[in-house]
């Protein structure tokens, strides 16, 4: 197969998204979206995670080391959209966010909505120029009680789920479908903080 060169892009590299839920001093909750996540394997299983610049949720997770990693699925999205198009340093920009319970294993929100959750403890910061890398172990997974089980069950499993990747700035269904640009799933999200 011929192949030409491109510049160096991540357009091929669809990323899932979740929500990361962590808490400020004051036990205020914060969620942020988060699409630089991943697993490893070191013994155990593990997550990677990366955040750039300067944000509330790294100060969070810095100050806690631990986090929750709700999975976004396409009923989640317009909250998702929002949540990643806001600063946590925004006081209003939780207004939108009903439903937050808590770990079974850590002390930190989640979100009711989302079917999957991951319960993360920071085992490894690595700070680079920009951001800071974070390697995670897994302390739990709520997963919704309702859902179809089992194996033979993954494919009807993920349908149900609906989760929601991105590349090029857009958002895609599990099946493909084309659910918007970036700061458009916004648009459809009702009531405060709009
Ligand atoms: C689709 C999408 C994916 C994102 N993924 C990341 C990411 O992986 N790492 C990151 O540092 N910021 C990411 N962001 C930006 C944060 O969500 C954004 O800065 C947000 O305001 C952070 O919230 P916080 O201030 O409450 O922490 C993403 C934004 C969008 C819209």
């Known amino acids: 197969m011929e192949k030409i060169s491109l510049r160096p892009t991540n357009d091929y590299c669809p990323q899932p998204l979740f ?3 962590t808490r400020d001093e ?9 699409c630089w996540f991943s697993y490893l394997w070191d013994g155990e299983l593990g997550v990677m995670a990366c955040i750039g610049g300067e944000k509330q949720t790294k100060d969070n997770i810095h100050r806690t080391k631990v986090f929750s990693a709700n999975m976004v699925t396409e009923a ?3 909250l998702a959209d929002h949540l990643g198009n806001a600063s946590g340093r925004d006081p209003r920009k939780m207004d939108p966010v009903t439903g937050i319970g808590e770990g079974k294993v850590l002390p930190i929100p989640v979100l009711t909505a989302s079917p999957v959750v991951y319960e993360l403890e920071v085992r490894q910061f690595i700070p680079m120029d920009d951001e800071e890398v974070m390697l995670c172990r897994i302390r739990g997974v709520l997963r919704d009680a309702n859902l179809p089980e089992g194996v033979e069950n993954v494919t009807e499993e993920l349908a149900v789920i609906a989760p929601v990747s991105t590349t090029c700035r857009r958002y895609f269904g599990w099946d493909g479908r084309d659910l918007g640009a970036w700061g458009e799933p916004r648009e459809r999200l009702e009531g405060p903080g709009r």
């Open 19 to 21: 929500l990361y839920g």
């Open 26 to 34: 004051e036990g205020r909750s914060d969620f942020g979206l988060f």
């Open 76 to 78: 989640l999205l317009p």
